[in-house]
Nanobody
Framework: VQLQASGGGLVEAGDSPRLSCEAS????????MGWFRQVPGKEREFVAS???????RKYADSVKGRFTVSRDSHKTMYLEMNNLKPEDTAVYYC?????????????????WGQGTQVTVSS
């Protein structure tokens, strides 16, 4: 499984960019997908996840109501980020795990993308 995240960059507070994660995998729909983020000196933290069929979503409290995770039936997961704040600045990683559960822990996920930097200026 290979994951490629894109859509990051330098944005202003209040902007609403969208991240994408394209998966190179034979059976995308048997994988749960997630977004995490990390800043230097801190542990990688959970942002959002979506289950294998897109029907269940989980969010960190810090992004609930501002971010929306979704996926299509082919190979891509998205993270729509609204009302960005400077504290959302981080490298954002997408991740995948083969299974039908709801996954929120770093150790739940077996496959990781390379990360995309999101920098929010105030």
């Amino acid at each position: 499984v290979q994951l490629q995240a894109s859509g990051g960059g330098l944005v202003e507070a209040g902007d609403s960019p969208r991240l994408s994660c394209e998966a190179s995998v034979h059976s995308f729909r048997v994988y749960g997908m997630g977004w995490f983020r990390q800043v230097p000196g801190k542990e990688r933290e959970f942002v959002a996840s979506v289950n294998y069929n897109g029907e269940r979503r989980k969010y960190a409290d810090s992004v609930k109501g501002r971010f929306t995770v979704s996926r299509d039936s082919h190979k891509t997961m998205y993270l729509e980020m609204n009302n960005l704040k400077p504290e959302d600045t981080a490298v954002y990683y997408c991740a995948a795990v083969r299974g039908y559960g709801d996954y929120v822990l770093v150790n739940d996920f077996h496959f990781w993308g390379q990360g995309t930097q999101v920098t929010v200026s105030s």
